[in-house]
């Protein structure tokens, strides 16, 4: 067994877990965080992809399924469930999913939201062109990604204003 | 507080209402599911295509730590049944058994032989390297034309034969229209060609999972299905438990596009494995398992040929297929090629019709529905001909079109397959896709392109599609021997506060049922849209239903949805009329309420009726105290929605690499309840067919291994690999339905398949190139140029 101990949107855990314990396997399966899936087995789906800090404590998205748990010690991770604010407030990229359905079944959705904060951290502005570049990592079967590249660029529109997009809570969503 | 409604659901872009849960990772699919002692079920599969099992130990698996139960097909041979087949297509098909563990023989690469049961997944998966399997090898079945030659090796050798079935519609025997021979030998121009559609994976994005609770009264069946009532039946039928004893429920599910329209082995060996051990058991496919077990689709020789006269008017169509069933049958498997059968006629008038299909069996996975099931296989194969049909005329391919389709002022139409297409208006959709993409100019730029001979030549591909959805009229799904109807069922409750529960038998996996379907209750009963809730998927509630396949859910469930609203207006009718002190018949409903007749503010809402039968102390005599309504519907027709997709291509000559340019996708899929959720089929779908054309396809190797069988080399396109659409629609409400609507789950996928090979062809035709086979690779582009200039 190995020790860990890591901080999961937010909360800080700290396990002994078989050393070949994929993150996702312990993210879902040791901490009940199923909200990240698994949808493939060789890395190419994204649908697992999670932010997680690296050295410099600067936050970067991996597919869970190919890092090792062991390898998330003494980080930070963020998926989906851990995007939003403490209060319930959606993620503007969150937020744009809804506005412009860029999701149907949603099972790649988490993975591709995680990406698609990743994708802005690094562009905040990015082309169409370059969406669908940065994007290419991660698999939707439902939508033809039209929508998705719709969402992350608007969701980089309202980044760049003040407008009060990420204020907006899940129950309002729901609504 | 009676509610009026300003503005009329249907029709409105709204937002989903499942959104909340999927973007906050508040999900429940089957793989979430976590039960009190739940076991981890894991299967060996086959590693070979063909073999007699000569012997196979569990043993040593059963004394790995944490291993609980081991069993293979030949424990369990009494009690595991066949798997189910609900489309015996003819009298004489052959229906081989369809153990869920082989017993004693394996016919494909990745067939279950064995299951070990264990305390967690992991220990499961690393008991299969204990369990010592030695096959004696039989001859692999690949090649369909050579595996119904005399003497070809068979996959099953009882059957004596490779042939499933051979199913046959003559327009002459039929009795709709004339005898192919009189086409044929009257014809001025005979255009003969054999197509190939590649086999496919659905590649739904949740892999299949399963839980079986053996723990209650009810055995409780989770399972990534999209047929929750269908598999519910099933099991009572093969394994004996009472149907009322079973509950199956099919919370969130992540896709499926057809491949998880079927009643599969892993249900059965986990239903088994709970059994065996008396407690909750679990099964999760990796990517892997699934591409090599969960069924694929298409696979089929396309043998089509046209009769014409001259001047390009269609006198017959004939075809024949040969059809890969794989190694065995799935629920509809030999079904898929019969719901293209009704379609290679299209949207054009013809007077001759034959089509034969050949089912037959081979050493792979066996094949069933893929989106579209039938339908975008004959539809590439006619619109891939017309416009070979317009290069021997010498017209273009819109004109050869325009010169063969029902005009608007024909419909209803009776077609040469016997089906009546109740609406349309394939000039409309046509005339809105030329303008959208600018087809005269683009026409122009290819000439001038041609004529300079540019490395990159630009092509343009039409297709004019229709298809038939809606599935489907219980009385012509038994003709065509389907072994169940093809109503759905809807239920409408309004609680005492007027919030309203409707429980839909269609069973939704990414379509957007709780949005669409709240809003035709809102409209219909002139509620909020946010007081209702859809409820479907789990038979506890949703006691019946049909779920959900074939562009179905709306045209057919929707209407069901409709009748039960009906049913709640006429119970509330009279009590509304004694809230008002009046007659039921001086009553009107409008703007969401019961309104008197000339004084239109003495009203009362539903809501207000539900509150007064909640209470039921003041109703007239002899009222039931309810609102609550149930409905079936059993369509009377098909649907039938078309379109216009146009595609603009740019070839490299050089490398044969392509990339689409534009894409112009006009579809009529009749009154549109909410535009966003069409859109998104519309380009969920036609990313699909352009999938087809351009990227993928299951290969086998000559020993019958899959040789892509993971996404690392089945290439499912990124967003990086596909284009923007451009996507508008014209509306011909259908006049088979009091809603209009037509369906739109299916449409782009049949449509876009051929526009893009068509354009593609079209770049080359300079060349000599008239044909390239799919997908169409840079290397096949370049192969097909290559050859056409040597």
Same mark, same amino acid.
């Given at each position: 067994m190995a020790r860990i101990s890591l901080t999961v949107d937010g909360v800080r855990y700290a396990d002994d877990i078989p050393p070949r314990t994929l993150l996702v396997h312990y993210l879902r399966e040791q901490l009940g965080k199923v909200g990240t899936v698994v949808g493939c087995d060789t890395s190419n789906c994204g649908a697992c992809t999670v932010l997680m800090t690296d050295p410099d404590g600067r936050a970067r998205g991996v597919k869970s399924c190919s890092?090792?748990?062991? $390898?998330?010690?003494?980080r930070a991770v963020t998926t989906v469930e851990g995007l939003g604010g403490p209060d319930g407030a959606l993620h503007p990229v969150q937020r744009a999913f809804h506005e412009q359905h860029a999701? $149907?079944?949603?099972?790649c959705t988490p993975g591709m939201i995680m990406a698609a904060v990743d994708l802005l951290s690094d562009n905040p502005d990015p082309t169409s062109e370059e969406v669908r570049e940065g994007l290419e990592g991660n698999l939707c079967r439902c939508t033809g990604y039209q929508n998705i590249v719709r969402a992350v660029l608007a969701a980089a529109a309202a980044a760049h204003e003040?407008?009060?997009?990420?204020?907006?809570s899940a129950e309002e969503v729901a609504a | 507080m009676t509610a009026t409604v300003s503005e009329p659901e249907v029709g409105r872009a709204r937002r989903r209402k499942e959104d909340a849960r999927l973007i906050t990772g508040r999900t429940l699919w089957t793989e979430n599911i976590t039960l009190p002692g739940m076991l981890h079920l894991a299967i060996l599969r086959s590693t070979v295509a063909h073999a007699r099992i000569a012997r196979i130990d569990v043993s040593a698996a059963l004394e790995r730590e944490n291993v609980v139960a081991a069993f293979t097909g030949a424990d369990v041979k009494d009690v595991q049944g066949s798997l189910p087949c609900a489309w015996p297509v003819t009298e004489d098909i052959v229906m081989p058994g369809h153990p869920p563990l082989a017993v004693t023989?394996?016919?494909?690469?990745?067939?279950?032989v064995a299951a070990v049961v264990a305390r967690d997944r992991s220990s499961a998966l690393d008991a299969l390297e204990a369990i010592e399997v030695e096959y004696d090898m039989l001859p692999p079945v690949l090649d369909m034309e050579a595996a119904l030659a005399d003497g070809a090796p068979l996959v099953h050798s009882d059957s004596g034969t490779n042939k499933c079935y051979t199913w046959v519609f003559d327009s002459a025997a039929a009795g709709t229209g004339s005898d192919i021979a009189e086409a044929q030998n009257g014809a001025e121009v005979v255009i003969r060609r054999r197509y190939i559609q590649q086999r496919l994976v659905p590649a739904f994005m949740e892999p299949r999972s399963v839980i079986v609770d053996p723990t209650s009264n009810q055995v409780t069946i989770w399972s990534a299905t999209q047929i929750p009532h269908i598999l519910r039946v099933m099991l009572a039928l093969i394994t004996g438990e009472p149907e009322h004893r079973i509950r199956v429920i099919a919370p969130d599910v992540g896709g499926g596009f057809g491949g998880k329209l079927q009643v599969h082995a892993e249900e059965f060996i986990t239903y088994l494995a709970a059994q065996r051990t008396g407690k909750p058991v679990k099964y999760t496919e990796t990517r892997s398992d699934s591409m090599l077990s969960a069924h694929h689709g298409r696979d089929q020789i396309q043998d089509i040929t046209l009769y014409a006269r001259r001047d390009g008017t269609l006198t017959g169509i004939d075809v024949k297929l040969i059809a890969n069933m794989g190694a065995y049958l799935g629920i509809v498997t030999p079904g898929v090629p019969l719901l293209g059968a009704f379609m290679y006629n299209a949207i054009y008038k013809v007077p001759a019709y034959r089509f034969e299909c050949t089912g037959v069996f081979t050493t792979t996975t066996y094949t069933d529905a893929y989106r579209g099931a039938g339908r975008p296989e004959a539809t590439y194969a006619i619109e891939r001909t017309m416009d070979e049909l317009a290069v021997e005329i010498g017209v273009d391919p819109l004109e050869i079109r325009r010169r063969n389709w029902i005009t608007h002022e024909e419909f209803p139409y009776t077609t040469v397959a016997g089906l009546t297409y109740d609406s349309g208006n394939y000039e409309a959709a046509t005339e809105k896709a030329t303008q959208l993409l600018g087809y005269a100019e683009l026409r122009a730029e290819q000439e001038r392109r041609r004529a300079s001979g540019d490395r990159v030549q630009l092509g343009i591909g039409v297709s004019t599609y229709t298809e038939m959805c809606g599935l489907a009229p219980s009385r012509i799904l038994g003709a065509l021997r389907y072994g169940a109807g093809g109503w759905e069922q809807a239920s409408v409750r309004v609680l005492p506060t007027g919030k309203v529960e409707l429980v839909t038998g269609s069973s939704p996996h990414g379509q957007g049922h709780d949005t669409a379907w709240s809003q035709i209750v809102a409209d219909q009963l002139g509620v909020a849209f946010e007081d209702v809730e859809v409820l479907h998927g789990d038979t506890r509630v949703s006691h019946k239903g049909m779920d959900t396949y074939g562009s179905r859910s709306l045209t057919v469930g929707g209407m069901a949805i409709v009748q039960a609203c009906e049913k709640v207006l006429a119970k509330a009718r009279p009590v509304a009329a004694h809230l008002l002190e009046c007659s039921p018949e001086d009553l009107e409903f409008t703007d969401g309420s019961f309104r008197v007749r000339g004084t239109p503010d003495a009203a009362k809402s539903v809501g207000e009726c539900a509150l007064a039968v909640f209470a039921a102390h003041n109703l007239p005599d002899g009222i039931e105290p309810t609102l609550d309504a149930d409905a079936t519907f059993d369509p009377q027709n098909f649907s039938f929605p078309h379109g216009t997709h146009l595609c603009a291509v740019d070839v490299d000559t050089e490398t044969g690499e392509t990339a689409i340019r534009t894409y112009v996708a006009v579809d009529d899929v009749g009154r549109v309840v909410n535009p966003l959720i069409v859109e998104g089929q519309v380009h969920g779908g036609v990313a699909q067919g352009i999938a087809q054309a351009l990227f993928e396809e299951a290969v086998y190797d000559a020993d019958g291994n899959l040789l892509n069988g993971s996404f690392v080399d089945y290439t499912v396109p990124s967003s990086a690999d596909l284009p923007d659409i451009v996507s508008d629609r014209t509306e011909t409400p259908a006049t088979s339905n009091s809603l209009g609507v037509k369906g739109v789950g299916e449409a782009g996928t049949i449509a876009s398949t051929p526009a893009v090979v068509n354009a593609i062809v079209d770049a080359l035709r300079p060349y000599g190139v008239s044909d390239i086979r799919m997908p169409c690779t840079p290397e096949r582009v370049w192969r097909a140029l290559k050859e056409a200039r040597s």
């Amino acid at each position: 067994m190995a020790r860990i101990s890591l901080t999961v949107d937010g909360v800080r855990y700290a396990d002994d877990i078989p050393p070949r314990t994929l993150l996702v396997h312990y993210l879902r399966e040791q901490l009940g965080k199923v909200g990240t899936v698994v949808g493939c087995d060789t890395s190419n789906c994204g649908a697992c992809t999670v932010l997680m800090t690296d050295p410099d404590g600067r936050a970067r998205g991996v597919k869970s399924c190919s890092v090792l748990a062991v $390898q998330a010690d003494g980080r930070a991770v963020t998926t989906v469930e851990g995007l939003g604010g403490p209060d319930g407030a959606l993620h503007p990229v969150q937020r744009a999913f809804h506005e412009q359905h860029a999701l $149907q079944c949603g099972f790649c959705t988490p993975g591709m939201i995680m990406a698609a904060v990743d994708l802005l951290s690094d562009n905040p502005d990015p082309t169409s062109e370059e969406v669908r570049e940065g994007l290419e990592g991660n698999l939707c079967r439902c939508t033809g990604y039209q929508n998705i590249v719709r969402a992350v660029l608007a969701a980089a529109a309202a980044a760049h204003e003040t407008a009060p997009a990420t204020e907006s809570s899940a129950e309002e969503v729901a609504a | 507080m009676t509610a009026t409604v300003s503005e009329p659901e249907v029709g409105r872009a709204r937002r989903r209402k499942e959104d909340a849960r999927l973007i906050t990772g508040r999900t429940l699919w089957t793989e979430n599911i976590t039960l009190p002692g739940m076991l981890h079920l894991a299967i060996l599969r086959s590693t070979v295509a063909h073999a007699r099992i000569a012997r196979i130990d569990v043993s040593a698996a059963l004394e790995r730590e944490n291993v609980v139960a081991a069993f293979t097909g030949a424990d369990v041979k009494d009690v595991q049944g066949s798997l189910p087949c609900a489309w015996p297509v003819t009298e004489d098909i052959v229906m081989p058994g369809h153990p869920p563990l082989a017993v004693t023989e394996v016919r494909h690469v990745g067939e279950a032989v064995a299951a070990v049961v264990a305390r967690d997944r992991s220990s499961a998966l690393d008991a299969l390297e204990a369990i010592e399997v030695e096959y004696d090898m039989l001859p692999p079945v690949l090649d369909m034309e050579a595996a119904l030659a005399d003497g070809a090796p068979l996959v099953h050798s009882d059957s004596g034969t490779n042939k499933c079935y051979t199913w046959v519609f003559d327009s002459a025997a039929a009795g709709t229209g004339s005898d192919i021979a009189e086409a044929q030998n009257g014809a001025e121009v005979v255009i003969r060609r054999r197509y190939i559609q590649q086999r496919l994976v659905p590649a739904f994005m949740e892999p299949r999972s399963v839980i079986v609770d053996p723990t209650s009264n009810q055995v409780t069946i989770w399972s990534a299905t999209q047929i929750p009532h269908i598999l519910r039946v099933m099991l009572a039928l093969i394994t004996g438990e009472p149907e009322h004893r079973i509950r199956v429920i099919a919370p969130d599910v992540g896709g499926g596009f057809g491949g998880k329209l079927q009643v599969h082995a892993e249900e059965f060996i986990t239903y088994l494995a709970a059994q065996r051990t008396g407690k909750p058991v679990k099964y999760t496919e990796t990517r892997s398992d699934s591409m090599l077990s969960a069924h694929h689709g298409r696979d089929q020789i396309q043998d089509i040929t046209l009769y014409a006269r001259r001047d390009g008017t269609l006198t017959g169509i004939d075809v024949k297929l040969i059809a890969n069933m794989g190694a065995y049958l799935g629920i509809v498997t030999p079904g898929v090629p019969l719901l293209g059968a009704f379609m290679y006629n299209a949207i054009y008038k013809v007077p001759a019709y034959r089509f034969e299909c050949t089912g037959v069996f081979t050493t792979t996975t066996y094949t069933d529905a893929y989106r579209g099931a039938g339908r975008p296989e004959a539809t590439y194969a006619i619109e891939r001909t017309m416009d070979e049909l317009a290069v021997e005329i010498g017209v273009d391919p819109l004109e050869i079109r325009r010169r063969n389709w029902i005009t608007h002022e024909e419909f209803p139409y009776t077609t040469v397959a016997g089906l009546t297409y109740d609406s349309g208006n394939y000039e409309a959709a046509t005339e809105k896709a030329t303008q959208l993409l600018g087809y005269a100019e683009l026409r122009a730029e290819q000439e001038r392109r041609r004529a300079s001979g540019d490395r990159v030549q630009l092509g343009i591909g039409v297709s004019t599609y229709t298809e038939m959805c809606g599935l489907a009229p219980s009385r012509i799904l038994g003709a065509l021997r389907y072994g169940a109807g093809g109503w759905e069922q809807a239920s409408v409750r309004v609680l005492p506060t007027g919030k309203v529960e409707l429980v839909t038998g269609s069973s939704p996996h990414g379509q957007g049922h709780d949005t669409a379907w709240s809003q035709i209750v809102a409209d219909q009963l002139g509620v909020a849209f946010e007081d209702v809730e859809v409820l479907h998927g789990d038979t506890r509630v949703s006691h019946k239903g049909m779920d959900t396949y074939g562009s179905r859910s709306l045209t057919v469930g929707g209407m069901a949805i409709v009748q039960a609203c009906e049913k709640v207006l006429a119970k509330a009718r009279p009590v509304a009329a004694h809230l008002l002190e009046c007659s039921p018949e001086d009553l009107e409903f409008t703007d969401g309420s019961f309104r008197v007749r000339g004084t239109p503010d003495a009203a009362k809402s539903v809501g207000e009726c539900a509150l007064a039968v909640f209470a039921a102390h003041n109703l007239p005599d002899g009222i039931e105290p309810t609102l609550d309504a149930d409905a079936t519907f059993d369509p009377q027709n098909f649907s039938f929605p078309h379109g216009t997709h146009l595609c603009a291509v740019d070839v490299d000559t050089e490398t044969g690499e392509t990339a689409i340019r534009t894409y112009v996708a006009v579809d009529d899929v009749g009154r549109v309840v909410n535009p966003l959720i069409v859109e998104g089929q519309v380009h969920g779908g036609v990313a699909q067919g352009i999938a087809q054309a351009l990227f993928e396809e299951a290969v086998y190797d000559a020993d019958g291994n899959l040789l892509n069988g993971s996404f690392v080399d089945y290439t499912v396109p990124s967003s990086a690999d596909l284009p923007d659409i451009v996507s508008d629609r014209t509306e011909t409400p259908a006049t088979s339905n009091s809603l209009g609507v037509k369906g739109v789950g299916e449409a782009g996928t049949i449509a876009s398949t051929p526009a893009v090979v068509n354009a593609i062809v079209d770049a080359l035709r300079p060349y000599g190139v008239s044909d390239i086979r799919m997908p169409c690779t840079p290397e096949r582009v370049w192969r097909a140029l290559k050859e056409a200039r040597s």
